[in-house]
């Protein structure tokens, strides 16, 4: 079996303002395999960037805290360390790259000065070497005549080309576990496809663990082995891809299914919405997140959030409905009828 | 859906001047949109497609006359949009109306929602103060919002709520043609399909015609008619919906189509996937000849560089593509026949 490189369990990030806390993580467990990646996908707001940032402990606090849970990095606790140690774990354990690459790059410095800073800083190799190093990155991750580009800025870049350059800077100290916060959003379709081509070269060549936050279930598809269903700071269901989409176990997974049009349908069906607004963060409920949205909610939904139910191997959801109610009442979707379940 | 078309566009072009040096001289041009034609009949979704950049949404703007185009002709139900004088203007501003993609941005923060959604109706005098009152709480209705909602003010509103009322305020007017510039793309998924929902049901109801540009393809393709495929300010393809995504005959149309992520593990892992290699090049600058040619596979030096190819019909007279080399399908239209120039 491959080897361990993360445990979270029971994370909970909270942020303290005037108007009230966030609980913008609560409670949120999962592992990753070395070379595995996991797909987090929810709406805005529903916490999976915090849950990434978390994992870098790059939280800004005042006022977000990490109030509660545990994260083992290769068997080390991560909420131990000190400030000190977490510098040598981000870039060199954990990196990552980030949705916009126009600011998370620095305008006034050259790309090759960018991606060289992390390797002098982490491996200890000489300026000229570090440089060098950039252009042999660059070439890697897909940057025509990488020799001269790396000599320029990142305005000189475009989108796509920025987003590579950030990927060469996250894979430059060869890091465990790499994270992918909306990688490919702020980019076309047919740029899209490129980065994606790139990210899963990388991973197999370094055979990196990657984490990958996108509200695109269709970038999930392509690119996951196991997903994880995040609403309102919950994990709503977590197992491998194939699971939770073709036997989804929570009613929030189902509605996230549904309300996409496909490219593939054959014939246009009417949508499925999830009906009702996103929740206020500050008003959380007690309960389940879903409430009020849910088209199947019940009496405890309200009260308690409900535990985690193993329904498959590795497949694991968190809802109140007894399990052989919600598959009846899932082969009354449209979605889920034509038997792919 | 009727045979008359409702709006037709010839030769659109719209450039925007390159200014620089002190004398803020013009200096070069970007050719957001040069030579776009297309027709949409009453009752239809046309879907206009393409990447950023490619002048989707340029060419929306300039046909509601929002910017003055450069040249071309829009003929909306018989009438010369760009020569109409200012009074034939403002009454066919009431059959042309408008929803951004930004809920953020195109909602007056100081005004409140009654007074957002009935200023067409003031500027247009229509009805009395009591009238037009009662009208808005209809139009709010309509959009799936509640008569409290109109004492409100924007920031109340989430993004989806939000553009709920940036399309009560379009059809509060008793448009014909409304032009959907990225309605859904700043909305979440679940929000996503309400809104897609509540455009379809809209266009039943008032019989409206609709030009929804947007990036998504597979959003376009639920709710479009036809669609057409926008490249470097010009339209590469136009077919019906239908048609387009099973037998996508421009090799920059199958890239995008491929390029696409299906939210099906099993099929993605079986999918063939064309990508494209390097990036859109500048529309201040577009390669001569097919604007397509530096990242298209099947180009050959001529006729490629040359001229760009005209959109001319293939297959059944509704499909049209602009390239040298389209795919061609067998008489079945099942497998596609080698391209002819590949």
Known sequence: MAERVLEVSDLSTHFFTHAGVVKAVNGVSFTLDRGESLGIVGESGSGKTVAALSLMRLIPDPPGKIVAGDIKLKGRDLLAMSEDEMREVRGNDIAMIFQDPMTSLNPVFKIGTQIAEAVTLHQGKSRWEAWKMAAELLEKVGIPDAASRVKQYPFEYSGGMRQRAMIAMAISCNPDILIADEPTTALDVTIQAQIIDVVREMQAQYDSAVILITHDLGVVAQLADKVMVMYGGRTMEYGPVDEVYYDAHQPYTWGLLSSLPRLDAVEKERLTPIKGQPPNLLLLPEGCPFVGRCAYEREQCREKFPDLEIVGPEHGVHCWIPRDERVALRAKLPKFRSGAA | ?342
Do not use: W
């Not at chain 2, 005209?310 to 399908?329: E, I, K, Q």
């Open chain 2, 1 to 342: 859906m009727s045979d008359v078309n409702l709006l037709e566009v010839t030769d659109l072009r719209k450039y925007f001047p390159i200014k620089s040096g002190i004398l803020k001289r013009t200096t070069g041009q970007v050719y957001a949109v040069d030579g776009v034609s297309f027709s949409i009949r009453e009752g239809e979704t046309l879907g206009l497609v393409g990447e950023s950049g490619c002048g989707k949404s340029t060419t929306g703007r300039v046909i509601l006359r929002l910017l003055p185009a450069t040249g071309g002709r829009v003929v909306f139900d018989g009438q010369d949009v760009m020569a109409a004088p200012r009074a034939v203007m403002q009454r066919l501003r009431r059959d042309m109306q408008v929803v951004f993609q930004d809920p953020y941005a195109s909602l007056n923060p100081r005004q409140r929602v009654k007074d957002i959604v009935g200023e067409g109706l003031r500027i247009h005098q229509i009805g009395t103060e009591a009238e037009r009152k009662k009208h808005v709480f209809e139009l709010l209705e309509t959009v799936g919002l509640t008569a409290e909602h109109a004492e409100r003010y924007p920031h109340e509103f989430s993004g989806g709520q939000r553009q709920r009322i940036g399309v009560a305020r379009a059809l509060a007017l008793n448009p014909r043609l409304i032009v959907c510039d990225e309605p859904v793309s700043a909305l979440d998924v679940s929000i996503q399909a309400q809104m897609i929902n509540l455009l379809d049901d809209l266009q039943d109801e008032f019989k409206l015609t609709y030009l929804f540009i947007a990036h998504d393809l597979s959003v376009v393709k639920h709710i479009s008619d036809r669609v057409a495929v926008m490249y470097l300010g010009k339209v590469v393809e136009i077919a019906t919906s239908a048609d387009l995504y099973v037998r996508p005959r421009h090799p920059y149309t199958e890239a995008l189509l491929s390029a696409v992520p299906i939210p099906d593990p099993h099929t993605e892992r079986s999918r063939q996937r064309v990508v494209l290699e390097g990036d859109v090049p500048s529309p201040a600058n577009p390669p001569s000849g097919c604007v397509f040619h530096p990242r298209c596979s099947r180009m050959r030096p001529d006729p490629c560089t040359g001229e760009m190819p005209p959109l001319v019909s293939v297959g059944d007279g509704d499909h049209m593509v602009a390239c040298y080399f389209p795919t061609t399908y067998g008489s079945k239209g099942e497998a596609p026949a080698a391209p002819a120039g590949a």
